[in-house]
T-cell receptor
Framework: KAGVTQTPRYLIKTRGQQVTLSCSPI?????VSWYQQTPGQGLQFLFE???????NKGNFPGRFSGRQFSNSRSEMNVSTLELGDSALYLCASSLAVREIFPYEQYFGPGTRLTVT | ELKVEQNPLFLSMQEGKNYTIYCNYSTTSDRLYWYRQDPGKSLESLFVLLSNGAVKQEGRLMASLDTKARLSTLHITAAVHDLSATYFCAVDRRQGGSEKLVFGKGTKLTVNP
């Protein structure tokens, strides 16, 4: 069974630009969550999508947005990039069937974004 | 607001020794996760602990959960170099049918020969 895939793996952007990151969940998984990892703030939750709907959002500015498609693939977008947006962005997918299975999130390899 | 604290944040140990990493969390939760991260890599799931008193073991790692004390421990037995990595605990926070993980800062473990 293929794991969670993220593209691109590495990205270099300039301040003020925008970026779109993509995540393909494990087949059959309907929930996709995004996390930002930085040395200073650690791992922080960005948002979670389930059946094309954003169910939960972390404390990030409106420049961070996302969406999910009918095939459960998800994209996140960051507009007007700032230097502080440099981070590893991790996507995780899960079955999101809490009552039957442990709600275990499987993480992708991440996209390393560098903003210069 | 749910807070998750790990200690120590840095741990340097010799091969063959035992040690414990602690994870405290501030509000009630019924699921706790341990992940491993190697440098430049993603998170690898180690354990999912679902209930009070849960204990899980895999190789030289053993995790336990005390929901009353809001404490989980990750015990390392007879450490080997391959265990060098950063270990994160995470607690789920259920909101409106959705769940998100709140992570500790991580414990960077270095096992020296």
């Amino acid at each position: 069974k293929a794991g969670v895939t993220q593209t691109p793996r590495y990205l270099i952007k300039t301040r003020g630009q925008q970026v779109t990151l993509s995540c393909s969940p494990i087949s059959g998984h309907r929930s996709v969550s995004w996390y930002q990892q930085t040395p200073g703030q650690g791992l922080q939750f960005l948002f979670e999508y389930f059946s094309e709907t954003q169910r939960n959002k972390g404390n990030f500015p409106g420049r961070f947005s996302g969406r999910q498609f009918s095939n459960s693939r998800s994209e996140m977008n960051v507009s007007t990039l700032e230097l502080g947006d440099s981070a590893l962005y991790l996507c995780a997918s899960s079955l999101a069937v809490r009552e039957i299975f442990p709600y275990e999130q499987y993480f992708g390899p991440g996209t390393r974004l560098t903003v210069t | 607001e749910l807070k998750v604290e790990q200690n120590p944040l840095f741990l340097s140990m010799q091969e063959g020794k035992n040690y414990t990493i602690y994870c405290n969390y501030s509000t009630t939760s019924d699921r706790l996760y341990w992940y491993r991260q190697d440098p430049g890599k993603s998170l690898e799931s180690l354990f999912v602990l679902l209930s009070n008193g849960a204990v899980k073991q895999e190789g030289r790692l053993m995790a336990s959960l005390d929901t009353k004390a809001r404490l989980s421990t990750l015990h390392i037995t007879a450490a080997v170099h391959d265990l060098s990595a950063t270990y994160f605990c995470a607690v789920d926070r259920r909101q409106g049918g959705s769940e998100k993980l709140v992570f500790g800062k991580g414990t960077k473990l270095t096992v020296n020969p």
